[in-house]
């Protein structure tokens, strides 16, 4: 008996595609096979797996997580949803203040304590000043009298005033200024000639120098003041 060609030997199976690779029956992937019940012309089934539709499967098979119904990506309409999310916004919104009334305590925090260091640092240093006024006034007398022209005492005169300048001090008291109550302390008022252009009562001779700290008046400059003709 003559064997068909179609047909293998004995012992061998019928091909079966199921990369969609012509094989058996000449099916190709996506391409249903003719004759409409995916036999082939001698009545072998071949299990050809196609390119589904919307919803199919990414795998031959059955469903995966990628298999989703049409709807699932809807929002939902559920109510207790819907509180709980206004919740988080209303705790949200309680957390941002409370961050930014912390914050700006913070900062006024540190402003005050700057400031504090600063009074304190002043007050330290104004302490200082204060036990040196006799040296200072000393020293001042001394440059008034030509005794500090030149020499190994000048230099240490110079040496202190510039240390004291270091720290913030401020000698006040000047002849020809204008008299200012708030750092000249008048001790005489004199008859004496004035700067051209002076109109007020304008400092013609400085007695004791004045210091100042900053803000702080350690002693107001003591001085003898004259009024315009």
Known sequence: ???????????????????????????????????????SQHGERHHTYYEGGPGASSEPGGEDEFDHPAGDSAPSSDPEEGVALAEEDTMAATLLADLQRLQA??????????????????????????????????????????????????????????????????????????????????????EAELPEGATGTTVVQVLQPGYRIGDRLVRAARVSVADPA
Do not use: C, W
């Open 105 to 190: 305590e913070y900062v006024n925090y540190k402003k005050r304590v700057d400031r504090d260091r600063e009074v304190i640092r002043h007050t330290a240093v104004g302490s200082v000043v204060e036990s040196l006024l006799p040296v200072l006034d000393d020293i001042h007398m001394a440059r008034q009298a030509g005794d500090l022209a030149g020499g190994p005492f000048a230099a240490i005169a110079d040496k202190l005033e510039s240390t004291l300048g270091r720290y913030g001090v401020e000698r006040l008291g000047e002849a020809g200024q204008e008299f200012d109550p708030n750092v000249h302390e008048a001790l005489m008022h004199v």
């Open 1 to 39: 008996m003559t064997e068909s060609p179609n047909q293998g030997t004995s012992g061998e199976q019928a091909d079966v595609t199921g990369t969609g690779a012509t094989g058996a029956g000449g099916d190709a992937a996506g391409t249903p096979p003719q004759g409409g019940s995916g036999e």
